[in-house]
Each structure stands twice: as C-alpha cells, then as structure tokens.
C-alpha cells in the first residue's frame, strides 16, 4: 500500500481542540521521517505538562493553577490560568510508541516518527541473464 504524505499530514494535523485555556498556538509539520507539532504553552513547569497517546490521539494537557492574591483589591487580571488541553489525531502510518516531547521558552515540541513499515524502501533488482524461458 502506498502512503500519501499529504493525506497522512491533514490526517495528523486535524485537530479536536478541548479545554478553557485556548490562547495557545500550534504549529505542526513533516520534517524528513518525522511529525513535530509545537504548543505554544508559556508560563508551565516541565512535570507540569502530561503528553499522553491513545488509541491514535496524541493529547496535551497542563493546569496552571491561580496564584491571585486574596487579600489585595484587583485592578486587573489578564493572565491565563486553569486548565489547557489540546488533542491531535495521530495518522496511522505513525510510531506512536516511540513519541518524545521536550519543552523550552515555552514552547512544548513533540515528534512523532513514521512506523519503518511506512517509509519508502529501495528494492533491488536482481539481474538473471543467461536463463531461458520457455514458451509453449
């Protein structure tokens, strides 16, 4: 069976999103034999953030919990707080028990590698000179 990169990539990059806190960006893209989708998360400790894959959704989730002060009077308040969560259907052509994920300024990365089975391989082609084929 042929894989089609790009029906593989819009099944990977079709998102369900869920959850309140939604202010976050998301990049997603093909780079060689590897699917990386970047959420823009800022504000987060790494052991904060819990990146799961299930049944082909890999889901990213964090809950960043309020640090407002009760005691003083509020002028304003605009930074993000409570939960976020963010789920990506994973194409099948994926490895997803070889996922990793790292977090840096704010920005959590995922790779998702394509399974062996589903990259391109070259087969060899053997010469067989000398050999008759009969006809009857």
Do not use: C
């Not at 093909?30 to 989708?37: I, L, M, N, P, S």
């Not at 070889?98 to 391109?120: F, R």
């Amino acid at each position: 069976m042929k894989v089609d990169p790009r029906k593989e990539f819009e099944t990977f990059t079709n998102s369900v999103f869920d959850g309140r806190y939604t202010t976050s960006g998301v990049d997603a893209y093909r780079d060689g034999d590897t699917y990386v989708v970047e959420f823009e998360i800022p504000g987060f400790n790494a052991s904060d953030i819990d990146v799961t894959v299930h049944n082909g959704v890999l889901t990213v989730s964090a809950e960043r919990q309020s640090s407002a002060r009760q005691d003083v009077q509020w002028i304003l308040s605009g930074r993000s707080r409570g939960n976020f969560a963010r789920s990506v259907r994973l194409g099948n052509h994926l490895d997803t028990d070889a996922v990793s994920a790292a977090y840096n300024a704010g920005v959590l990365t995922v790779q998702v590698p394509l399974l062996a089975s589903s990259k391109p391989r070259k087969i060899s082609v053997e010469s067989v000179e000398g050999s008759a084929v009969t006809l009857n």
